[in-house]
């Protein structure tokens, strides 16, 4: 079975500072499949990335995704105060076939 | 444009069933396959369940912690999705998304906006 994990669990930056969040999973994850999602307070989450790398529409470009095998990466070049969120990366293909990381919140310092 | 609505959530006691609809417009319903995700009050989201197309058999897949109690089905004549809820338990308190899976990467571009489902005696 497959578990992502996430890190860190909470991220504390100022407005204007690069984010760094890392997925590792425990087994090696098709690129096509790794995708990133933000979700903010009582709010459905969005998708952020798809197939790893690629911006779903209308992402900022300020959002990037990279990585494959086991880890990736969701990088916010500078941070707007409504990038404030918790971000959550997904995979499919290995068992369970769908999987979701917990998390990493991404807070105002 | 595209849209999820759920519905069919609310206050049940453990033991009991619910059946949970998602009411799509705006897109061919029968060309894609459909998910559920869950999210427990306070915490992150949860892979439930996923139907295929029928171009692709219309079969399901389960997350192991809800497998043999819930149930997915499609009636694409109506481009609705069901989620049918057994043998409920506290666990299973969440607000659940309906989800549309992209094609090509088995991504979650489209959700709805949920409907809470409060399993308590």
């Known amino acids: 079975e497959i578990v992502l994990t996430q890190s860190p669990g909470t991220l504390s930056l100022s407005p204007g500072e690069r984010a760094t969040l890392s997925c590792r999973a425990s087994q090696s994850v098709s690129s096509s499949y790794l995708s990133w999602y933000q979700q903010k307070p009582g709010q459905t989450p969005r998708l952020l990335i798809y197939?790893?790398?690629n911006r779903a529409i209308g992402i900022p470009d300020r959002f990037s995704g990279s990585g494959s095998g086991t880890d990736f990466t969701l990088t916010i070049s500078r941070v707007e105060p409504e990038d404030f969120a918790v971000y959550y990366c997904q995979q499919y293909g290995s068992a369970p076939l769908f999987t979701f990381g917990p998390g990493t919140k991404v807070d105002i310092k | 444009e595209v849209q999820l609505v759920e519905s069919g959530g609310g206050l049940v006691q453990p033991g009991r069933s619910l059946r949970l609809s998602c009411t799509t417009s705006?897109?061919?319903?029968?060309?894609?396959?459909m998910s559920w995700v869950r999210q427990a009050p306070g915490k992150g989201l949860e892979w439930v369940g996923f139907i295929r197309s029928k171009a692709y058999g219309g079969t399901t897949e389960y997350a192991a912690s809800v497998k043999g109690r819930f149930s997915i089905s499609r009636d694409d004549s109506k481009s609705i999705a069901y989620l049918q809820l057994n043998s409920l338990k506290t666990e299973d308190t969440a607000v659940y998304y309906c989800?549309?899976?992209?094609?090509?990467?088995?991504?979650?571009?489209?959700w709805g906006q949920g409907t809470l489902v409060t399993v308590s005696s």
């Open positions: 197939g790893a790398s």
């Open positions: 705006g897109f061919t319903f029968g060309d894609y396959a």
């Open positions: 989800t549309r899976v992209g094609r090509l990467h088995y991504d979650f571009w489209i």
